[in-house]
Antibody, heavy 126, light 110 residues
């Protein structure tokens, strides 16, 4: 059974960089079928897609966050990471990592996230 | 900020049916598959429906999905107290080259 586990700080100071990693167990991150993504949810609000990456390092970012986001992958550790720079209170949210079924070998793009990490609350405060 | 619009809340008595709409555009729902997620209080979202109308293993057939044009609908029949949760639609937006989610709908069982 595939599992994703986020790890990162619960508190980050304004203007600093938020850094998270997501370790994948029970399966390989090196598959062309899947992308590996980050989604966040401010307290009491909806889901916001941050970005995603494939095993070869191709990235997709939310245009509204693109200037501050870097997502990377380390296939040797079966892990992918998120860096969000210059954080403000508006970046306070629960951060989730997720596996996304991106491409089906039949030749179509399903685009759904079938496995999620448990989520970690990050508070931006001095 | 969400490009997909859902009603904020729906409610019904136990055993009844509810439907949740998800409205988008040709760049997202109109040309891509829709998925639905259930988020129970304090937990991570869980995949409920994928590829417009398919259910993952373990999801009861009380849950159904459909898509028409630039809108999608989630249906829940035989409503149970355990169905009280937030529900989100999601899809790919070809113009944004990224995933988009709906605004979310809270289901209340009266």
């Amino acid at each position: 059974q595939l599992q994703l586990q986020e790890s990162g700080p619960g508190l980050v100071k304004p203007s600093e960089t938020l850094s998270f990693s997501c370790t994948v167990s029970g399966g390989s991150i090196s598959s062309s079928t899947y992308h590996w993504g980050w989604i966040r949810q401010p307290p009491g609000k909806g889901l916001e897609w941050i970005g995603s990456i494939n095993y070869s390092g191709r990235t997709y970012y939310n245009p509204s966050l693109k200037s501050r986001v870097t997502i990377s992958v380390d296939t040797s550790k079966n892990q992918f990471s998120l860096n969000l720079s210059s954080v403000t209170a508006a970046d306070t949210a629960v951060y989730y990592c997720a596996r996304k079924y991106y491409y089906d070998s039949s030749g179509y793009y399903p685009h759904y996230s079938d496995q999620w990490g448990q989520g970690t609350l990050v508070t931006v405060s001095s | 900020q969400s490009v997909l619009t859902q009603p904020p809340s729906v409610s019904a008595a136990p055993g009844q049916k509810v439907t949740i709409s998800c409205s988008g555009s040709s760049s997202n729902i109109g040309n891509n598959y829709v998925s639905w997620y259930q988020q129970l209080p304090g937990t991570a979202p869980k995949l409920l429906i994928y590829e417009n109308n398919k259910r993952p293993s373990g999801i009861p057939d009380r849950f159904s999905g459909s898509k028409s044009g630039t809108s999608a609908t989630l249906g829940i029949t035989g409503l149970q107290t355990g169905d009280e949760a937030d529900y989100f639609c999601g899809t790919w937006d070809s113009s944004l080259s990224g995933d988009v989610f709906g605004t979310g709908t809270k289901v209340t069982v009266l």
